[in-house]
């Protein structure tokens, strides 16, 4: 059994299931499809109701699929990949560094998940139980470059369909406008490091 292996897979991949399901069912604290929607529309990700639904499924499937070491590249390129949107669309403009709402977080997320891939799932993982304990370096890279395109794609298809919204269109922008200093948009706006999605839907 490889002991450190396991160990980030169950925490970085039980983590990413946590931000999944408080974006999907608010669960832990989270804001649920609701205010997820209101966030990815603040975020000019649209349409948002969609965005909101690929970014908790991909966060909750891929955090499983790490955390049980299954199709490891496949499950890494999926989280790698919402950790560049997150860094693009909320942290970079506030520097690097995670006490100013940085993208320092995100970057250890993103290198922790090339690394796994690198390395290997280890044992026991259902990669290993299929003769595939180890990955190499270049599905670790081939994992980067897929976790960046599909972000770029997703940020891309995301502007385009601001654009294409009717301005009089029913929108989950309406609701950030009566509510401009609220938390969905702090979490916007990158005050929640490495994840914006995770304010309290509570108040």
């Not at 002991?3 to 990413?16: D, E, K, S, T």
């Not at 940085?102 to 299929?130: F, H, K, M, Q, T």
């Not at 304990?133 to 994992?143: K, M, S, V």
């Amino acid at each position: 059994m490889k002991i450190g292996r396991l160990a980030a897979r169950v925490v970085i991949g039980g983590l990413f299931v946590g931000h999944g399901t408080q974006k999907l069912f608010g669960w832990f604290g989270g804001p649920g499809l609701d205010g997820t929607e209101q966030m990815m529309g603040a975020l000019k990700m649209k349409p948002a109701r969609r965005n909101a639904i690929a970014a908790g499924a991909t966060e909750t499937v891929g955090g499983a699929m790490l955390v049980l070491g299954a199709a490891t590249p496949l499950a890494a390129s999926s989280l790698i990949g919402t950790m560049f949107t997150a860094i693009r669309k909320v942290h970079q403009p506030n520097g690097v560094w995670n006490t100013q709402g940085g993208w320092e977080y995100n970057a250890v997320l993103i290198a922790a998940s090339a690394a796994l891939v690198d390395a290997g799932p280890g044992r026991p993982s259902v990669d290993a139980a299929l003769g595939r304990e180890e990955w190499g370096p270049g599905w670790a890279l081939g994992a980067l470059a897929l976790g960046a395109g599909a972000s770029a794609l997703a940020i891309e298809l995301g502007r385009r369909g601001h654009a294409l919204e009717p301005s009089d269109a029913p929108s989950a922008d309406r609701a950030l406008a009566d509510d401009p200093d609220g938390e969905v948009v702090e979490a916007a706006v990158g005050d929640t490091p490495g994840d914006p999605a995770t304010v309290n839907s509570e108040g």
